[in-house]
Antibody, heavy 120, light 107 residues
Framework: QVQLVQSGAEVKKPGASVKVSCKAS????????INWVRQATGQGLEWMGW????????GYAQKFQGRVTMTRNTSISTVYMELSSLRSEDTAVYYC?????????????WGQGTLVTVSS | DIQMTQSPSSLSASVGDGVTISCRAS??????LNWYQQRSGKAPKLLIY???SLQSGVPSRFSGSGSGTDFTLTISGLQPEDFATYYC?????????FGQGTRLEIK
């Protein structure tokens, strides 16, 4: 079945970087974009950006420009999201989600989420 | 950025009830509106896409309607597993934005 499996929880210090992976299976990896969405505890969903596993093209929300990098490794069907200069406000669950529907205009499925905790 | 506003923020209902959740966009988004369900501690799950299309495998008690700026999610005959948080999402333009969520609780 189609699924996205993410890497495990991370604890980082302020100023550090974190790299979260998202491994796809059950479909042609290069055929669908991957989006990243984060959710702080008890809060709503915040879109961070997307990457094309086929071309490597990316698009980032302005809020994260300069701090986020999304990459992929097609040989292992995995995309990565790296967030740098971490601060306490970046503590959240980070999800990857496949762009589905026409033009990738909906997200399905989602990964299980990766908790990133930023604490000194 | 397009702002998405859901109402109510929370509501209580009983098993078997019907409920409606509204979502309003700050500008017209055509039918680029999706609905997700998120159970506690789980990833969101797509319910409705393109405003009114039911995702495969989702029970038919879920339905969506609307276009332009005003949209609704209707759940008829609530089941115990439906008590969760619901989010609308616009994918008309980037940045993609979500509503703040509607928490559906058991009365």
């Amino acid at each position: 079945q189609v699924q996205l499996v993410q890497s495990g929880a991370e604890v980082k210090k302020p100023g550090a970087s974190v790299k979260v992976s998202c491994k796809a299976s059950g479909y042609t990896f290069t055929s669908f974009d991957i989006n990243w969405v984060r959710q702080a505890t008890g809060q709503g969903l915040e879109w961070m950006g997307w990457t094309s596993p086929n071309s490597g093209n990316t698009g980032y929300a302005q809020k994260f420009q300069g701090r986020v990098t999304m990459t992929r490794n097609t040989s292992i069907s995995t995309v990565y999201m790296e967030l740098s200069s971490l601060r306490s406000e970046d503590t959240a669950v980070y999800y990857c989600a496949r762009g589905w529907c026409s033009g990738g205009s909906c997200f399905q499925p989602w990964g299980q989420g990766t908790l990133v905790t930023v604490s000194s | 950025d397009i702002q998405m506003t859901q109402s109510p923020s929370s509501l209580s209902a009983s098993v078997g009830d019907g409920v409606t959740i509204s979502c309003r966009a700050s500008q017209s988004i055509g039918a680029y509106l999706n609905w997700y369900q998120q159970r506690s501690g789980k990833a969101p799950k797509l319910l409705i896409y393109a405003a009114s299309s039911l995702q495969s495998g989702v029970p038919s008690r879920f339905s969506g309607s609307g276009s332009g700026t005003d949209f609704t999610l209707t759940i008829s005959g609530l089941q115990p597993e439906d008590f969760a948080t619901y989010y609308c999402q616009q994918t008309y333009s980037t940045p993609i934005t979500f509503g703040q969520g509607t928490r559906l609780e058991i009365k």
